[in-house]
Antibody
Framework: QVQLMQSGTEVKKPGASVKISCKASGYMFTSYQMHWVRQAPGQGLEWVGVIIPSGGKTYYAQNFQGRVTMTRDTSTNTIYMELSSLKSEDTAVYYC?????????WGQGTLVTVSS | QAGLTQPPSVSKGLRQTATLTCTGNSNNVGNEGAAWLQQHQGHPPKLLSYRNNNRPSGISERFSASRSGNTASLTITGLQPEDETDYYCSAWDSSLSAWVFGGGTKLTVL
């Protein structure tokens, strides 16, 4: 069965960077686009960007361009998201999601807290 | 960036039918339709339907989606207590080259 296992909670100071991971299993990793979506406390969902695992091509939401980098490792079926120049407003749960028409499978989420 | 518009809350009685709406434009909902997600507190979202009314395996037939112009709808029949939670719509926006979400609707089952 499809499983997306994300890395654990992160606490960072403003201005720092964070890199979180999402390890996929149960399907052909290179065949499906993978997205990152975040959710601030008590707020709605916000799309961060997508990576195409087969070639590594990425597309980022305009709000994150210049601050986000998505990568993948096909040897371990893992995708990564690095967000730099962190601000308090980046405090959120970050989810990875496998796309099959839409966001069909989700990771459990990684809480990133940005606080001085 | 511009998002989709959902009513913040909808209330319906047990075993009744609720219809949630999601309004976008011709670049998103009116183009490829919308996806609907259900999210319980403290859990990741769960996909209910995509491209208007394709249901992933295991999703109850009580959930059905449709679209009219730039507005997508999710209809939930025979409301159950476990249906009381948050619902989000989402669509690919071809002009923004980005996925956009609605702000979410909190469904209350009375």
């Amino acid at each position: 069965q499809v499983q997306l296992m994300q890395s654990g909670t992160e606490v960072k100071k403003p201005g720092a960077s964070v890199k979180i991971s999402c390890k996929a299993s149960g399907y052909m990793f290179t065949s499906y686009q993978m997205h990152w979506v975040r959710q601030a406390p008590g707020q709605g969902l916000e799309w961060v960007g997508v990576i195409i695992p087969s070639g590594g091509k990425t597309y980022y939401a305009q709000n994150f361009q210049g601050r986000v980098t998505m990568t993948r490792d096909t040897s371990t079926n893992t995708i990564y998201m690095e967000l730099s120049s962190l601000k308090s407003e980046d405090t959120a749960v970050y989810y990875c999601a496998k796309e099959t028409g839409a966001f069909e499978y989700w990771g459990q989420g990684t809480l990133v807290t940005v606080s001085s | 960036q511009a998002g989709l518009t959902q009513p913040p809350s909808v209330s319906k009685g047990l075993r009744q039918t609720a219809t949630l709406t999601c309004t976008g434009n011709s670049n998103n909902v009116g183009n490829e339709g919308a996806a609907w997600l259900q999210q319980h507190q403290g859990h990741p979202p769960k996909l209910l339907s995509y491209r208007n009314n394709n249901r992933p395996s295991g999703i109850s037939e009580r959930f059905s989606a449709s679209r009219s112009g730039n507005t997508a709808s999710l209809t939930i029949t025979g409301l159950q207590p476990e249906d009381e939670t948050d619902y989000y719509c989402s669509a690919w926006d071809s002009s923004l080259s980005a996925w956009v979400f609605g702000g979410g609707t909190k469904l209350t089952v009375l």
